[in-house]
């Protein structure tokens, strides 16, 4: 754990981190999947206005660790500074202690050694005591915007910012099929996929038997032009049958190397891919992982991370849109026609 000198935490794209509750859970769960937990557990109350609770069992931290983990720009992740080579989904090193800024945070954390540790920033005071816990971590968030009334104000009703969560949440689920997610909300659970690697099981989990059973998996790779280079580039992922639509994209998801991105040149190029096979206005089901070399990809290039630059990216576009046609022009479509063979 190192802190970033002044000029790499310059380089960074600032924003402010916190906005609203589902950014509290997908900073959380991106932790989670960067210390290569194989279970999440992700709980909110009250649409996460009240609580987020995230426990993981991943790597975890020592004591020192986690007591830096904490302060602003402190991150395991940067290893020489070098932004370019980043492949987690955190490197920025700002996420936990801007929350602790709007909130009280309680982190506790066991790195496999036989004491755990537990850190609470309140109100700007941090503690630091030995407590019992497996290998892993968990962080819980209360008291979001406590002492800040304009953002606590202009926080949506429970139900809309559970929407919310439970669409980013969906997003690495169902991108993310190797590792088991589960969400429960005010107690109830929402989803939890297996973690088996499985498109098709996590779609099965957080969708319904329908959307499982009407849709195929697809696992193409492709030789691109990165650059002035040839890039391998891989397309996974899970397709809904064009029987099954939704009036929005919202159910277009997109993983680049690992991390879901909103990028609506990938999301077009899937929904190219259908072609004629969708009724007009209408947007599929999909879930597709693309990889491509990690030196290909710029991360840094917006504040939540939510696009990324890709050198080639209209190449990657093309992979991306033939990898679909292909799968939905081999897959048995008639099988939802109800055909007697
Ligand atoms: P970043 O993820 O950009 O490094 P964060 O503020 O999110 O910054 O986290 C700071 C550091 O705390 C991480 O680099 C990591 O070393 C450690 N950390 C945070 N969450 C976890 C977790 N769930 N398991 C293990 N280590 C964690
Ligand atoms: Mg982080």
Do not use: C, W
């Amino acid at each position: 754990m190192r802190r970033l000198d002044r000029e790499t935490v310059d380089r960074i794209a600032a924003g402010e981190v916190v906005t609203r509750p589902a950014r509290v859970v997908v900073e959380l769960l991106e932790n989670a999947l960067d210390a290569g937990a194989e279970r999440i557990e992700i709980e909110v109350s009250a649409g996460g206005t009240e609580r987020v609770r995230v426990v993981d069992d991943g790597r975890g931290m020592s004591a020192d660790e986690a007591a830096r983990a904490v302060e602003r720009h402190t991150t395991s992740k940067l290893p020489d500074g070098d932004l370019r080579a980043v492949e987690t989904l955190g490197f920025r090193g700002e996420a936990l202690a801007s929350i602790a800024d709007v909130a009280t945070l309680t982190l506790t954390t066991n790195d496999g050694g036989s004491r755990a540790t537990r850190v609470q920033v309140a109100d700007g005071d941090v503690t630091v005591e030995a407590t019992g816990r497996g290998r892993g971590t968990t962080v819980e968030v209360t008291d979001l915007f406590h002492n800040r009334p304009a953002r606590r104000a202009s926080m949506a009703a429970p139900a809309t910012e559970f929407e919310r969560i439970s669409d980013r949440v969906a997003a690495y689920a169902l991108l993310r099929p190797e590792v088991a997610v589960s969400l429960e909300h005010d107690g109830r659970r929402t989803f939890a996929t297996p973690g088996s690697g499985s498109f098709a099981d996590a779609a099965l989990a957080v969708y319904d038997r329908e959307v499982a059973r009407e849709s195929t998996t697809l696992a193409a790779t492709a030789s691109v032009p990165v650059g002035d280079e040839e890039a391998s580039v891989g397309v996974r992922g899970l397709l809904a049958y064009p029987s099954i639509t939704r009036a929005s994209a919202d159910h277009v998801r997109i993983a680049v190397n690992g991390r879901p991105v909103a990028m609506p040149d990938l999301r077009r190029a899937i929904t190219r891919g259908y072609g004629s096979l969708l009724p007009g206005d209408r947007y599929p089901v999909a879930a597709l992982s693309v990889s491509v070399p990690a030196r290909a990809v710029d991360p840094n290039v917006h504040p939540t991370k939510a696009q990324v630059a890709i050198r080639g990216a209209d190449a990657v576009a093309d992979a991306v849109e033939e990898g679909v046609s292909d799968a939905l022009s081999t897959a048995d479509l008639r099988r939802s026609a109800d055909v007697a063979m």
